[in-house]
C-alpha cells in the first residue's frame, strides 16, 4: 500500500467512526463536534476522489454554515429541553427502535450488495470516455470555471443563499429564546 491508500482508508475510518459516535452518543456536544469531524474527513475523501471544488464547498457551507447553525440553536435552546433529551431512553437497540433499526439493517445490506456487485470498469459509458480520453486528470484545473460562474453568472443565487443562511440563524435564535410571560 502506498502513502495515498492509507491515508484514503484513515480518512474513511475517521468519517465512519464519527459518523457512528454521531448516531449513538446521547451528549449533544458530543454529537456536533463528533458531526464536525466526520464533515471534514468527507471533504478529504473529496479530494482523493478529485472534487476539489466538493471539498471546499463542504468546508465551507456544511462546516462553515450549517454546523454553526446547530452549534447556535444548541447554545440558544432552553436547559430544560436538553436535561429531557439527555434523560430519554439510553438503550442502544430496544422494542420501540426497531423499525429504525430494521430499515438501517436493510440499507446496510442493499448497500453491501450494490457494492459487490458494482463493476465499475465494465460499464460501457467508462470504457467509452477511458477510450476517448475524456477524463479527469489531477492536473486539470476545473475550479477556475466554476469560480468565475459562481462570481458571474451564478452571483444572484449565491447571494440568495447566503441570505437564507442568515435567515435561518435569525429564526433558530428566535425559536430558542425563552420569553417569560406577563402575567
Given at each position: 500500500?502506498?502513502?495515498?491508500?492509507?491515508?484514503?482508508?484513515?480518512?474513511?475510518?475517521?468519517?465512519?467512526?464519527?459518523?457512528?459516535?454521531?448516531?449513538?452518543?446521547?451528549?449533544?456536544?458530543?454529537?456536533?463536534?463528533?458531526?464536525f469531524v466526520t464533515l471534514f474527513a468527507l471533504a478529504g475523501l473529496?479530494?482523493?476522489?478529485?472534487?476539489?471544488?466538493v471539498a471546499v464547498t463542504q468546508v465551507v457551507i456544511y462546516v462553515g454554515g450549517v454546523l454553526v447553525l446547530m452549534l447556535f440553536a444548541f447554545m440558544l435552546?432552553?436547559?430544560?429541553?436538553?436535561?429531557?433529551?439527555?434523560?430519554?431512553?439510553?438503550?442502544?437497540?430496544?422494542?420501540?427502535k426497531l423499525p429504525a433499526v430494521l430499515v438501517a439493517v436493510l440499507f446496510a445490506i442493499v448497500l453491501i450488495?450494490?457494492?459487490?456487485?458494482?463493476?465499475?470498469?465494465?460499464?460501457?459509458?467508462?470504457?467509452?470516455?477511458?477510450?476517448?480520453?475524456?477524463i479527469i486528470k489531477p492536473t486539470d484545473n476545473t475550479i477556475n470555471n466554476i469560480g468565475i460562474n459562481l462570481m458571474t453568472r451564478y452571483l444572484l443565487p449565491f447571494e440568495i443563499i447566503s441570505v437564507l443562511l442568515m435567515m435561518t440563524l435569525i429564526g433558530a435564535a428566535h425559536l430558542a429564546r425563552k420569553e417569560e410571560h406577563k402575567l
Open positions: 500500500m502506498n502513502i495515498d491508500q492509507i491515508l484514503f482508508c484513515v480518512m474513511g475510518f475517521v468519517a465512519l467512526t464519527s459518523a457512528l459516535l454521531v448516531a449513538i452518543s446521547n451528549n449533544l456536544v458530543r454529537s456536533l463536534f463528533m458531526f473529496y479530494v482523493f476522489a478529485l472534487a476539489d471544488f435552546s432552553n436547559k430544560e429541553v436538553l436535561n429531557n433529551l439527555q434523560q430519554s431512553n439510553s438503550k442502544f437497540i430496544s422494542v420501540g450488495n450494490a457494492i459487490l456487485k458494482a463493476a465499475p470498469d465494465t460499464l460501457q459509458w467508462v470504457k467509452a470516455s477511458a477510450q476517448s480520453n475524456n
